[in-house]
């Protein structure tokens, strides 16, 4: 059994260290996704879709997904409704928004998910940033769920949607 100095010291070397992560710069070209990824992640294979990339963090505890997809809903109010809806497994404990974005977080299982979706390109794009980590670790992935979810933005080029802006 740990004990608590230990786990202090444990929990203050994860924060260290996700201060002193550095990033790189992933930008999907079908739909514009563009955010930071840690350097030390690793990019699985790219889907053929060419929606995105997920990223895995170097234990494999915990992942980023950059991607894109068109938005099939008839208004911005029904797209952003859909996107506040849970996937299965999930408990949503967070969520905001804004006229443009939302963001949604919470449970499941033993894993804490954090995404957030901007509509882009007149409505007809949704980039995401998703994050999955473990709860158990939530406070040593706090800085870096703020950076990554913090850098996602539109590159201003779509291969899906030509003269998107």
């Known amino acids: 059994m740990l004990r608590p100095a230990t786990i202090m010291l444990l929990v203050f070397a994860s924060l260290a260290s996700a201060r002193a992560e550095t990033y790189r710069i992933y930008s999907n070209p079908r739909f514009g996704a563009t955010a930071d990824v840690p350097s030390g992640w690793r990019s699985e294979p790219p889907p053929a879709n060419g929606d995105g990339l ?8 915990a992942s980023i997904t950059v991607s894109g997809r068109l938005n099939i809903e008839d208004t911005a109010q029904q797209a952003m409704q ?5 996937n299965d497994g999930e ?25 957030k979706s901007m509509l882009v390109c007149r409505n007809q794009i949704w980039n995401d940033v998703d994050l999955e980590y473990p709860a ?11 950076h990554v979810a ?4 539109f590159s201003g080029k779509s291969a899906q949607i030509p003269n998107c802006r």
Do not use: C, E, M
């Open 82 to 86: 859909q996107a506040l809806q849970p």
């Open 54 to 61: 997920i990223f895995d963090s170097p234990d494999g505890g």
């Open 136 to 146: 158990a670790q939530k406070v040593a992935y706090d800085a870096l769920v703020n």
């Open 150 to 153: 913090g850098s996602l933005r």
């Open 91 to 115: 408990t949503i404990t967070y969520h905001q928004s804004g006229k443009d974005w939302v963001v949604v977080s919470g449970i499941n299982g033993a894993k804490i998910f954090y995404r």
